[in-house]
C-alpha cells in the first residue's frame, strides 16, 4: 500500500481493491475499509432523504398552490418516485428507513423547508399528513387545501 487513505481516497481504494483480488488481505488498511463500506449504507440512505424530501416538497406545493400546477411539478414527482422505487429495489434494506418516525420527520422538516422557500408560504404540517402508501403510489396527488 503506497498511498494514505488521507492523501488521495480514489488512488487509496484502487489499491485496495487490487490487493483484495489479489488475495494481499495482511496489507489492506481494515480500520478505512470498514468506513467506506459503511459510508456506502450511508450514501444510499442520504440519497433515499434527498429524493422523499424533493418528492414531498412537490406534494406539498401541489396541494397548497393549486393555481400554479404545471407539468414540471408532476414530471418531478413522477421522477422521484421512480428513484425512489428503484433505490428501494436495488437495496431492500432501505424499506425500513420509510416506517421510522424519527427519518420521516427529519425528510419532512426538509420538505416543509423547501417548500417554504420556493413559495414564500409558511403555514404547512409539523407532521406528514399522508401515509407513506400514498406518497409513493403512482399518480397520486394531495388534495387542494
Same mark, same amino acid.
Given at each position: 500500500?503506497?498511498?494514505?487513505?488521507?492523501?488521495?481516497?480514489?488512488?487509496? /481504494?484502487?489499491?485496495? +481493491?487490487? *490487493? &483484495?483480488?489479489?488475495?494481499?488481505?495482511? =496489507? %489492506?488498511?481494515?480500520?478505512?475499509?470498514?468506513?467506506?463500506?459503511?459510508?456506502?449504507?450511508?450514501?444510499?440512505?442520504?440519497?433515499?432523504?434527498?429524493?422523499? /424530501?424533493?418528492?414531498? +416538497?412537490? *406534494? &406539498?406545493?401541489?396541494?397548497?398552490?393549486? =393555481? %400554479?400546477?404545471?407539468?414540471?411539478?408532476?414530471?418531478?414527482?413522477?421522477?422521484?418516485?421512480?428513484?425512489?422505487?428503484?433505490?428501494?429495489?436495488?437495496?431492500?434494506?432501505?424499506?425500513?428507513?420509510?416506517?421510522?418516525?424519527?427519518?420521516?420527520?427529519?425528510?419532512?422538516?426538509?420538505?416543509?423547508?423547501?417548500?417554504?422557500?420556493?413559495?414564500?408560504?409558511?403555514?404547512?404540517?409539523?407532521?406528514?399528513?399522508?401515509?407513506?402508501?400514498?406518497?409513493?403510489?403512482?399518480?397520486?396527488?394531495?388534495?387542494?387545501?
Amino acid at each position: 500500500m503506497t498511498t494514505k487513505y488521507e492523501s488521495d481516497v480514489v488512488a487509496w /481504494a484502487n489499491e485496495q +481493491a487490487a *490487493l &483484495l483480488r489479489t488475495g494481499q488481505l495482511s =496489507a %489492506l488498511d481494515i480500520e478505512h475499509l470498514a468506513e467506506e463500506i459503511e459510508d456506502v449504507g450511508k450514501s444510499e440512505q442520504r440519497e433515499l432523504a434527498s429524493r422523499m /424530501a424533493v418528492l414531498l +416538497a412537490h *406534494l &406539498l406545493k401541489w396541494q397548497y398552490q393549486p =393555481a %400554479l400546477r404545471g407539468k414540471s411539478w408532476e414530471i418531478t414527482i413522477s421522477a422521484q418516485r421512480s428513484e425512489i422505487a428503484y433505490n428501494l429495489k436495488d437495496t431492500p434494506s432501505l424499506r425500513n428507513k420509510l416506517i421510522e418516525g424519527d427519518w420521516l420527520q427529519m425528510v419532512w422538516k426538509r420538505a416543509v423547508s423547501i417548500a417554504a422557500t420556493e413559495t414564500g408560504l409558511v403555514d404547512f404540517p409539523s407532521s406528514c399528513p399522508w401515509s407513506m402508501a400514498d406518497i409513493l403510489k403512482e399518480n397520486w396527488l394531495p388534495v387542494t387545501h
